[in-house]
């Protein structure tokens, strides 16, 4: 049962409008959430991440927002450009000394010019 | 820095034939970690190694065994393939206490 879900496959944003990429937990011991982005042939690539006991974190064009309630997180990229095209992993860690990461299946982001 | 290395880059078998994948990091990490990829399935752990000496199994480490020879390596071996072990592997690294891990470039392995 996955416990870290991206329910979108895919999703096709104009150039310079703004991308929401979405992910839902299910494991109220997360205490810790990253982003990754994924180009093809490459590995994941670091994008940014949020802890549990804040709601919003920023860097530069990516927002990500925490909603704990509602088990729920997005990443928000303003304004989206081309080179964003790429694969976007959600993953969340477990509270503790466990560090193993728990990874939602991906959602393909196209950036169309 | 290289980062994290990976080798090979792609690589064939038939079914019941061994092989190591080599990783390599360095960046001065403790911990480091093997995944595969495959289609529908996200990433999933195999195998990681929180620091020189010890390893710990993932979700899935059946048919792999692993050995961490040192700091910087960490190395993943098939002993005899099989067609379900087709699939992209990566390993990644990071520092004990840090969410963050690095990723290499990926083995892809066909198993025929």
């Known amino acids: 049962d996955q416990q870290v879900k991206q329910n979108s496959p895919s999703l096709s944003v104009q150039e310079g409008r703004i991308s929401i990429l979405n992910c839902d937990y299910t494991?109220?011991?997360?205490?810790?959430f990253l982003w990754y982005k994924k180009y093809p042939a490459e590995g994941p690539t670091f994008l940014i991440s949020?802890?549990?006991i804040k709601d919003k974190n920023e860097d530069g064009r990516f927002t990500v927002f925490l909603n704990k309630s509602a088990k729920h997180l997005s990443l928000h990229i303003v304004p989206s450009q081309p080179g964003d095209s790429a694969v976007y992993f959600c993953?969340?860690?477990?509270?503790?000394?466990?560090?193993?990461?728990?990874w939602g299946l991906g959602t393909s982001l196209a950036v169309n010019p | 820095n290289a980062g994290v290395t990976q080798t090979p880059k792609f690589q064939v078998l038939k079914t019941g034939q061994s092989m190591t994948l080599q990783c390599a990091q360095d960046?001065?990490?403790?911990?480091m970690y093997w995944y595969r990829q495959d289609p529908g399935m996200g990433l999933r752990l195999i195998y990681y190694?929180?620091?020189?000496?010890?390893?710990d199994k993932g979700e899935v480490p059946n048919g792999y065994n692993v050995s961490r020879l040192n700091k910087r390596e960490f190395s993943l071996r098939l002993e005899s393939a099989a067609p379900s072990q087709t699939s992209v592997y990566f390993c990644?690294?990071?520092?004990?206490?840090?969410?963050?891990?690095?990723f290499g470039p990926g083995t892809r392995l066909l198993v025929l």
């Open positions: 990644a690294s990071s520092l004990t206490g840090r969410e963050t891990q690095y």
């Open positions: 960046m001065n990490h403790n911990s």
């Open positions: 190694s929180a620091s020189e000496g010890t390893t």
């Open positions: 494991n109220s011991m997360f205490d810790y």
């Open positions: 949020i802890s549990s």
């Open positions: 993953a969340a860690r477990y509270a503790g000394n466990n560090r193993k990461l728990i």
